[in-house]
């Protein structure tokens, strides 16, 4: 054999060994003559080989095949099985023909197949190659396994969107390395409404559609199915797993009711049974009630919270107001916003009311009417009485009738006039018990009765006397009101002034309530009551608000009798003249009626109140979007369906918002009738979007059922930005700093409006409970690619991990996540590895080492964090480290050494799934020490006199033997130490003593020699004590910035020609103190400390390859933070303000955390913009950090900076408190008010104008 050649292919940078070639010539050729051996391999790893040279030698080239994996037409054979596999068998590399061998005769191959396919008949596979060149035995089929299932925990809520992923991924165990499996559920009925779905590659199921309920179907049992396709087949297997429903908290349902209630309940009392209201949840969650207060109740009415009971806050009155239409509401205890809404409506039942004697009512008399002589009884006129009741209770009018009894109380002679009738007033008068006319029964006699002191005139009359009649009116259900009537008897006069008009009562016909006639219009009224003339008499009519002053001329205004105009029920006699007028398109409440009959205004016993009806919103759609979600930047025509709008005429005012207490954002309005409003509306985010319409001054919000939403953010890409703020294209760009700080370009939609800016965070797909937050601003529509609408510049927060999904939430809605390629940060770089355990380390473990370099990501992160060291051919993987964590921040991780043994190990770090660069670190564990050999039966006493013939059983003691007795590579024993070769050796003391059998042998002087791991082993030596440490002087408040002078005393710190290194931190390695000097020889070390942050941190010196133990601490001074400054205005409820903090000790910024506090008590980690340092009082240094103020609300809410890599040792500051901006109110609207309530001074107030004079129509 004259030459050997090896058959590789590197593939994808894997490379792997194919086989080799074997040259052999009869004879060497001769110096400077060549030979060329070409090789090739195509893409079914068919090698092929040939040799080219002096075409007179004689060559024989002979191929092997490693027993490599090899597909169909593999190396030097052909096999009918794919994947076929062959093992140990030599061929020529120029047989191509099937069943072709070359080779020994009656040498054998066994067939197997590739991992994850298994045998079809034949099941034997050994072949023969014959002496004429051709295989003996059968072919085989290879084919494959089908895959294994392996079930998790399905778990989803009853309220999860669609694709909403359930579990994680089914894991199938596939046996072939490269099969691609396939996933679905069985159409078997189990996937009830098809609620669920899977993916087809990824094996992640997820929700379909919104329909789980866990009420009715609180779990499913689906049949998955996982297939492998080939071109020639497909094996599948199929298992059932079950899906759980979690119960959510559902809304709960409030149902529209109606109650009647007497109009004379007592205030306080109930109104009806409690409101009937469903919810899902079982056992039903705790329920809250609200009575809106925009509702047509005005304060009548209240509820109880909990019970969900209306009550009577208010006197009701039926001749007032007959019914309340009120809007109630019910929501979850737990979640406000799960909320129902309904209309209640509440009817007030008529009471028998007792009459009321109109006050204040005068008649005169004429004293020529009741002089001797004159015919009795003289009608005085009718004593002006009402009854409320509509009709007054069990009354059944005749003509003329007022339906009440009257009788005279009293007659007595008013102030002023005494003696005029003396004792037999009441025989003066009289009252007709029927119609209530007054009379004068007999004469006056002037002689004896007239006596006014002091004389007085009426209209420029001489008054003879003045009486006060008291009478009473009782209707026939027995209620009573009683009055008093002035008469005047009056000089010698035949003129009489004639009396205005006097309106008792209002009628709404059509069904209308008075409090609620159509805006539109075309509503008929009519008006009784006394003097109305005959039927045609001239009659006008105008209705107005009085705070307002906006009124209305009613329409067709007319006399006539009561039953041409339709007004029945005995209400007055059929004959009787009534007014009827009809309104006009128009708005409003509280609109007082004036009427004119005959040139005369009409009084009122009552005041005649009408209001038109509040708008009613029964639907709204969103007209320029086929998702029916509207544009976050505006513009989206939304029509509102209703009624009574005003016919659009009226000033409509249209809000919208997602909080029903607080709608500000006013819609334009493009088109109006009285039944449909086309709005436009701006731009906003957040679901529940609730319109309101209002018109004058009521308001009608559109049903919760009904609410629209905006549309959801969604994000198009994600990239780095270069340094001029574009996207960058390199594919660097795919890799973040672990430090936080890069510029991060989110391209997408749906971000809401200029001014909003929306929360952007991010996980890596193995962490998804690790959040990080960005902090952004929007770069706005121009920027962004043409893919995208709006983009954001976010900076990254400081973090780890691979494939990092960025999500954006606005109003509530949040994204899915970003789609591939991803982002990730920069994977772990280690560049040294220190600490007692790098070098010499005991093998017992235990021992601490610090990992330095760059990418480890913020401390206390619930990331995967561990390091792996050995020997670098295993991967640095035979030893785990325990306990690691990032000490300090980003560049250092900590970490105690496991139990082991060995030299020249390498070191790997892997974080959050990222493994770092392998690190020759070349650290050990120590050489094995042989401290004594014992007897094994006899511990303590030397093996001085071994048998010679062996086989004696001896202990070896010492340290760092380790605990692995396969590591023991030999011991030997001799007078140098290599004669003899003990055996049988184990691990008798973890780390302390071996035991093993002695060979034969004999001699004195025998030195024993343990190997352990490739270390031989040395014999005990002497050592200086360790430096040991007393105290760090100043021990506490130090510099965050460094620069700082500690003084350590101990003893054995030796001299400056031994100190190797002083350090400190958490576990005494993190910082490396600067320009240390031995200031008192073996006692005292002075150091300059560098910048920091954190309390209690451990020194520690190095002297001579020893280091010290004890725990002296020192601590940087904590912050201490001075003012909060607005940079531009502080401090809005939305946030998004830049504020400075400025203080003391702050720190490295990298070390520091910022806290704000929230409305709910809890501490919200906040990104720092910026660090500043003002040196110019160097007495009092001063830091300032910058950042942007997130939303919120409250006053004394906390700050707080956290200082320190590790949460064990970080220093916080003093509690500092600010507060959010107070509310202020813009402007406060009437909505309700009694005639009654209005004062002067509160319509002066609300910018209305008050009446100086009172009237009898109500001011």
Same mark, same amino acid.
């Given at each position: ?34 030979? /060329? ?242 919810? %899902? ?121 007022? =339906?009440? *009894? ?54 420029? /009359? ?10 009473? @009116? ?59 003339? @005959? ?35 005995? +209400? ?79 000033? !409509? ?83 973040? @700093? ?105 093998? +017992? ?58 030299? =020249?190990?390498?070191?790997?770090? /892997? ?24 007897? %094994? ?5 030397? *093996? ?67 190997? !352990? ?64 000097? +031995? ?40 912050? %201490? ?46 990104? !720092? ?91």
């Amino acid at each position: 054999v004259v030459g050997t050649a090896a058959l590789t292919r590197t593939l994808n940078g894997a490379t792997t060994t194919l086989g080799s070639c074997a040259l052999t010539m009869p004879s060497l050729p001769a110096d400077g003559e060549w030979l /060329r051996l070409a090789a090739s391999v195509d893409d079914t790893n068919a090698v092929s080989a040939s040799v080219s040279g002096p075409a007179a030698w004689p060559s024989a080239l002979r191929c092997t095949a490693t027993d490599v994996q090899l597909p169909f037409g593999g190396v030097g054979v052909h096999a009918r099985g794919v994947g076929a596999r062959f093992a140990n068998l030599t061929v020529d590399v120029g047989c191509e023909a099937e069943n072709v061998c070359h080779g020994v005769a009656g040498a054998s191959c066994t067939q197997t197949c590739l991992p994850g396919y298994e045998y079809t008949e034949p099941q034997s596979m050994p072949r023969l190659c014959q002496a004429d060149g051709t295989w003996a035995g059968a072919v085989g089929n290879c084919t494959l396994r089908p895959p294994e299932i392996h079930l998790g925990v399905y778990e989803v809520l009853e309220d999860a969107e669609a694709n909403t992923p359930v579990g994680a991924p089914i894991n199938v165990t596939t046996h072939a390395a490269d099969a691609v499996v396939m996933f679905a559920i069985k159409d078997d009925g189990g996937n009830v409404d098809e609620a669920f779905k899977i993916g087809l590659c990824d094996g992640q199921l997820r929700v379909r559609a919104a329909v789980l309920d866990f009420e009715t179907r609180p779990a499913y049992v689906l049949t998955v199915i996982a297939s492998i396709e080939e071109a020639e087949s497909t094996v599948s297997a199929e298992t059932q797993l079950v899906v759980t429903v979690l119960d959510a908290n559902d809304p709960p349902t409030l149902h529209a009711g109606a109650f009647v209630v007497p109009e004379d309940t007592a205030v306080g009392a109930a109104v009806g049974a409690p409101l009937n209201v469903s919810d %899902a949840d079982t056992p039903r969650a705790g329920l809250v009630f609200r009575l809106y207060d925009f509702s047509s109740g005005g304060g009548t009415f209240a509820i109880d919270a909990d019970a969900g009971q209306l009550l009577l806050a208010a006197p009701l009155d039926y001749e007032t107001r007959t019914s309340y239409t009120l809007l109630v509401g019910v929501a979850d205890r737990e979640d406000a916003a799960l909320e129902s809404t309904a209309l209640v409506v509440v009817t007030v039942a008529d009471a028998n009311d007792a009459p009321v004697v109109e006050p204040g009512q005068l008649m005169q008399l004429d004293e020529t009417r009741v002089a001797s002589g004159a015919a009795f009884p003289v009608e005085l006129g009718r004593i002006s009485a009402a009854d409320a009741d509509s009709p007054p209770a069990n009354v059944t009018f005749s003509s003329g009738s007022t =339906g009440l *009894a009257f009788r005279l109380v009293a007659a007595r002679s008013a102030e002023g006039s005494e003696g005029l009738l003396g004792d037999a007033n009441a025989t003066y008068f009289g009252v007709d018990n029927e119609t209530g006319v007054l009379r004068v029964l007999r004469a006056v006699d002037y002689e004896t009765d007239y006596s006014i002191n002091p004389p007085s005139t009426v209209d420029g /009359r001489v008054v003879r006397g003045v009486w006060d009649v008291d009478v009473e @009116a009782a209707d026939a259900a027995g209620a009573t009101g009683a009055g008093t009537v002035r008469v005047y008897l009056l000089a010698n006069s035949s003129t009489f002034p004639v009396a205005a008009p006097v309106v008792r009562g209002m009628a709404v016909m059509g069904g209308f309530d008075a409090t609620a006639v159509p805006t539109a219009g075309g509503t008929r009224v009519l008006f009784y009551g006394e003097r109305f003339g @005959a039927p045609g008499a001239a009659v006008s009519a105008r209705y107005g608000n009085l705070r307002t002053g906006r009124s209305f001329d009613a329409a067709a205004c007319a006399t006539k009798t009561a039953a041409a105009a339709g007004l029945t029920g005995g +209400v007055v006699a059929p004959s009787a003249t009534v007014v009827q007028c009809t309104t006009v398109a128009g708005y409003g409440t509280e609109l007082v009626w004036t009427l004119t009959i005959g040139g005369q205004t009409a009084n009122a016993a009552a005041p005649l109140i009408l209001a038109y009806a509040p708008p009613s919103v029964t639907g709204v759609t969103a007209l320029d979007s086929p998702s029916g979600r509207l544009a976050t930047a505006g513009g989206t025509r939304v029509r509102i369906t209703g009624s009574n709008f005003a016919g659009g005429t009226a000033p !409509i005012q249209v809000k919208y918002g997602t909080d029903v207490a607080a709608l500000t954002s006013a819609a334009s309005i493009e088109a109006a009738s009285d039944s449909a409003l086309t709005v436009r509306v701006g731009a906003g985010v957040g679901t529940g979007v609730r319109m309101q319409v209002t018109v004058g001054e009521r308001s009608s919000l559109s049903p919760a059922v009904s609410a629209l939403a905006y549309e959801r953010p969604a994000v198009v890409s994600v990239l780095v930005a270069d340094a001029s703020g574009a996207a960058a294209a390199s594919p660097r760009v795919w890799t973040l @700093a672990t430090t936080g700080g890069d510029t991060v370009l989110v391209n997408g939609t749906g971000f809401g409006p200029n001014g909003y800016l929306p929360t952007v965070s991010y996980v890596a797909a193995a962490y998804p409970a690790v959040v990080y937050a960005a902090t952004c601003r929007k770069l706005g529509a121009a920027a962004a690619p043409a893919t995208a609408d709006l983009l954001l510049a976010c900076t990254t927060a400081p973090g780890v991990g691979v494939d990092l999904a960025w999500t954006v939430t606005a109003g509530g809605q949040q994204s899915l996540p970003s789609p591939e390629p991803r982002l990730s940060f920069a994977a772990p770089a280690i560049i040294s590895v220190t600490g007692t355990g790098a070098v010499a380390a005991s093998t +017992v473990g235990g021992q601490s080492v610090a990992i330095r370099g760059a990418g480890f990501g913020p401390p206390g992160l619930a990331v995967a964090l561990s390091a792996t060291y050995g020997p670098a051919a295993g991967g640095a993987s035979e030893y785990t480290a325990a306990e690691c964590y990032v000490s300090a921040f980003d560049v250092q991780v900590s970490c105690l050494t496991a139990e082991g043994t060995g030299s =020249g190990h390498a070191w790997v770090l /892997r974080v959050a799934g990222q493994a770092s660069n392998m690190l020759d670190a070349d650290t050990s564990y120590g050489v094995p020490v042989v401290a004594a050999v014992e007897g %094994a039966d006899a511990p303590g006493t030397a *093996a001085i006199a071994l048998d010679t013939q062996g086989l004696e059983l001896v202990a070896i003691r010492g340290r760092n033997f380790g605990n692995d007795a396969s590591k023991v590579d030999s011991v030997t024993y001799g007078a140098t130490g290599a004669e003899f070769v003990a055996s049988g050796c184990f691990i008798a003391t973890a780390h302390q003593a071996l035991k093993c059998l002695t060979a034969p042998g004999a001699g004195v002087g025998l030195q024993f020699v343990v190997t !352990i791991d490739g270390q031989r082993s040395t014999n005990p030596t002497a050592a200086y004590a360790p430096p040991s440490l007393v105290s760090a002087t100043p021990s506490a408040d130090l510099s965050p910035r460094g620069g700082q002078h500690v003084v350590l005393a101990g003893a054995n710190l030796a001299s400056d020609a031994h100190l190797e290194s002083v350090t400190y931190g958490p576990a005494g390695t993190e910082y490396f103190a600067r320009d240390c000097a +031995v200031t008192a020889p073996g006692a005292e070390i002075t150091c300059t400390t560098v910048p920091g942050a954190g309390h209690s941190y451990r020194w520690v010196v190095t002297v001579g390859g020893q280091r010290s133990e004890e725990d002296v601490t020192t601590s940087y001074a904590a912050p %201490a933070i001075i003012d909060l400054a607005p940079i531009t205005t502080c401090c809005s409820t939305a946030g998004g303000e830049r504020v400075a903090l400025s203080g003391r000790n702050f720190g490295p910024r990298e070390l520091l955390r910022l806290e704000v506090g929230d409305a709910d008590g809890a501490l919200v980690p906040t990104q !720092i913009a910026s660090l500043t340092q003002d040196d110019s009082d160097p007495d009092d240094p001063r830091d300032r950090i910058e950042f942007v103020l997130p939303p919120g609300q409250g006053a004394e809410l906390p700050i707080r900076l956290l200082a320190g890599s590790d949460p064990a040792h970080q220093t916080q500051s003093a509690p500092f408190t600010f507060g959010y901006s107070p509310p202020t109110l813009g402007r406060i609207v009437l909505d309700q008010l009694e005639p009654a309530q209005w004062t002067p001074s509160l319509l002066a107030h609300f910018g209305g104008r008050s009446n100086s004079s009172s009237s009898s129509s109500g001011g």
